[in-house]
């Protein structure tokens, strides 16, 4: 194996004395050991793959061989493919940055968002927001230019339409009935049999809605989808699904959250069952 020492001089002297493109610089810094008898990494560049000696590789400190590696990619490291997309809002929605937060105001109310100070909004068009960074190659700022994206669009969703989350109850005598404050109590409560031997008792915080259409079916509302999954989840801690098969001792036995489109199929379900 060759000496570690004269790689790295080698490599050194080539990157200081030309511009040149990686393939050449490869050629320069290894072609003249290429065709030595030993195991080889097939490698691209423009002139088609070359087989590069796997030595070599082992040779060469770790930050150049990171280098190496994103010198042969075609793809933009730089870029949030969440982070870029526009965000749309209706004219009723109010945006007003502060240096470390973002306030939204629409019709269901005002929230804020929190801000890093290296992001950056841009409006390029009415009712139309767009967020970046300062810098996207620093690791930090791209993991919060998507994030950031993320929340400040769920935050216009929830001041204008708000977010409803379905619990449903489907277990041989599961119900659900609401009980509001009265007395000594000053929250509502959801008051659910799950098969227990007791009766289960679930206050409802104040920022959250809370409906009962049907003895088996609950409605969540909220306009923080953070907070709505939460205490979605915290009801829904009571009967678990059984993790491999989804059902509790006997066949849709369980407390489960749903969408409409599984509520559907799973309507379709339960008819072929009966």
């Known amino acids: 194996m060759r000496p570690v020492g004269e790689v790295s001089r080698r490599e050194t002297m080539m990157m200081a004395a030309s511009e040149a493109p990686m393939w050449t610089q490869l050629d320069a810094l290894f072609g003249a050991k290429a065709g030595c008898k030993q195991r080889s990494v097939l490698l691209p560049s ?5 087989r590069f000696p796997s030595t070599m590789l082992a040779a060469l400190p ?3 061989l990171a280098s190496l590696a994103r010198s042969f990619s075609s793809t933009c490291r730089a870029q949030s493919h969440i982070g870029r997309e526009p965000i749309k809002f209706p004219a009723e929605v109010t945006l007003t940055r502060t240096p470390k937060h973002l306030t939204i105001s629409g019709p269901k109310g005002t929230t804020s968002v929190p801000l890093h100070p290296f992001i950056k909004l841009d409006y390029p068009a009415e009712n139309t927001l767009i967020v970046g960074v300062e810098d996207a190659e620093v690791k930090q700022q791209r993991q919060m230019w998507g994030t950031t994206r993320t929340l400040i669009s769920n935050a216009i969703t929830g001041m204008t339409e708000g977010f409803t989350v379905p619990l449903y109850l489907v277990g041989v005598g599961y119900r659900v009935a609401y ?3 009265s007395g000594d109590k000053t929250l509502d409560q959801l008051v659910m049999k799950l098969g227990y031997s007791h009766t289960v008792y679930v206050d409802i915080p104040a920022h959250i809605k809370a409906e009962v259409p049907s ?4 409605v969540l509302s909220c306009t923080d989808k953070h907070l709505l999954g939460l205490f979605a ?4 801690a ?3 699904p059984e993790v491999y098969k989804g059902k509790v001792r006997c066949p849709f036995s369980r407390l489960f959250i749903s969408s409409d489109w599984f509520s ?5 379900a339960m008819r072929s069952f009966a």
Do not use: H
């Not at 003895?215 to 609950?218: L, R, S």
């Not at 559907?264 to 379709?268: I, N």
């Open 46 to 50: 423009r002139r088609g793959p070359f």
């Open 62 to 64: 770790r930050s150049r």
């Open 179 to 181: 009980e509001k404050a």
């Open 215 to 218: 003895p088996t079916k609950i």
């Open 233 to 236: 989840a915290q009801v829904r």
């Open 238 to 240: 009571w009967r678990k």
């Open 264 to 268: 559907r199929e799973f309507s379709l």
